[in-house]
């Protein structure tokens, strides 16, 4: 079982920074996509690129992952895994999206508005960790 926990986002410099994963809503739903090769749901996100800063990052996934067009986006904590003595690190962010295009010709074959957390996630043991932080980060 991974190990999640969650650090200030000066915590670490920006090239120790591997994801950006966003915890997003759209007309007040949760916005989770599902990826071309898979049947599970994911929040949106994905690698930082060498070079890129992080909110970077988590703009660019944000738009490939859902199609946002205008959002705004906010840096609320990094965060790490450990799992098998080897941890990464990624940001962690909360994006109110107002505009959804098209999704673009990427990896993500659709997007889901809900309620809830779907049952079946990519990540089930780190993703509801990351998600209830955004909830609780935003006062829900």
């Not at 859902?66 to 962690?92: E, I, Q, W």
Request: proline fraction near 6%.
């Amino acid at each position: 079982m991974p190990e999640i926990a969650f650090h200030s986002l000066a915590a670490l410099p920006n090239d120790h920074l591997t994801y950006a994963v966003i915890g997003a809503k759209y007309n007040e739903k949760w916005v989770f996509c599902r990826h071309r090769e898979r049947t599970t749901l994911e929040m949106p996100g994905g690698h930082r690129e060498p070079g890129e800063d992080i909110i970077d990052t988590a703009n660019r996934e944000l738009y490939e992952e859902t199609g946002a067009l205008d959002f705004t986006l906010n840096p609320l904590c990094l965060y790490s895994v450990t799992d098998g003595g080897k941890t990464g690190y990624g940001g962690l962010f909360y994006a109110e999206i107002y505009e959804l295009g098209n999704l673009p010709d990427s990896e993500i074959k659709e997007i889901f508005l809900l309620d809830d957390m779907p049952e079946n996630l990519t990540y089930p043991q780190i993703q509801p960790h990351l998600w209830e932080r955004v909830r609780e980060s935003i006062g829900e």
